[in-house]
């Protein structure tokens, strides 16, 4: 059963750019997040996403972002016209909601994501 | 809204000492409670959980937690570090049960072993 699948693994992107990440979630998931981590920091919340729902995504910045999840295929988190602010570690993660018990969330490797 | 504060940035422990990494969690209700690790250039590694019942859970590689309410506090601890639990420690909270429906993470506290 494969974990949580992120690529790239490695994003050089310039100034003004287009960046797209992806997310595979572990199998039977259908909840995705999506987190960004800063060198020396903790992991901020972007957005959560259900298939073809988007749940909460009260993390993300008001431009320049946005984040699918298809009924077919992967989460997809794309990051346009990309300044070097950008540049961070994105990690995405899957979960599955048991109705009554508890869940956990498992974390993808993350994307490194570098704007030169 | 609920937080997390790991007041520790760095901890420096001699291999085969115990170990102990605080978290206080700001949250009304009971909460859903994590550790995670993370290696340089890795994941997340979720290494324990507390949903309900027992406060003193148990995860893997030899880590322990316990839940105290009193203090909302989930400190993390280990009776004998090894050098490759040399990484960077995340408490978190959420995840559902009334506790919003994302993961809120501490700062993390970055594990140094001495050998």
């Known amino acids: 059963n494969a974990g949580v699948m992120q690529n790239p693994r490695h994003l050089v992107r310039r100034r003004g750019q287009e960046a797209r990440l992806r997310c595979s979630p572990m199998k039977g998931h259908s909840h995705v997040y999506w987190y960004r981590q800063l060198p020396e920091e903790g992991l901020k919340f972007m957005v959560y996403l259900q298939k073809e729902n988007i749940i909460d995504e009260s993390g993300m910045p008001k431009e320049r972002f946005s984040a699918e999840f298809p009924k077919e295929g992967p989460s997809i988190l794309r990051i346009q016209q990309v300044v070097r602010g950008d540049s961070a570690a994105y990690f995405c993660?899957?979960?599955?909601?048991?109705?009554?018990?508890?869940?956990?969330?498992?974390f993808g490797q993350g994307t490194r994501l570098t704007v030169v | 809204a609920q937080s997390v504060t790991q007041p520790d940035i760095h901890i420096t422990v001699s291999e085969g000492a115990s170990l102990e990494l605080r978290c206080n969690y700001s949250?009304?209700?009971?909460?859903?409670l994590f550790w995670y690790v993370q290696s340089p250039g890795q994941g997340l590694q979720l290494l324990l959980k507390y949903f309900s019942g027992d406060t003193l859970v148990q995860g893997i590689k030899g880590f322990e937690a316990e839940f105290k309410r009193s203090q909302s506090s989930f400190n993390l601890r280990k009776p004998s570090v090894h050098w490759s639990d040399a990484a960077e420690y995340f408490c978190?909270?959420?995840?559902?049960?009334?506790?919003?429906?994302?993961?809120?993470f501490g700062t993390g506290t970055q594990l140094k072993v001495e050998l």
């Open positions: 949250y009304g209700a009971t909460p859903y």
């Open positions: 978190a909270v959420g995840l559902f049960a009334g506790g919003g429906n994302k993961l809120t």
């Open positions: 993660a899957s979960f599955t909601i048991k109705a009554g018990e508890g869940t956990e969330a498992f």
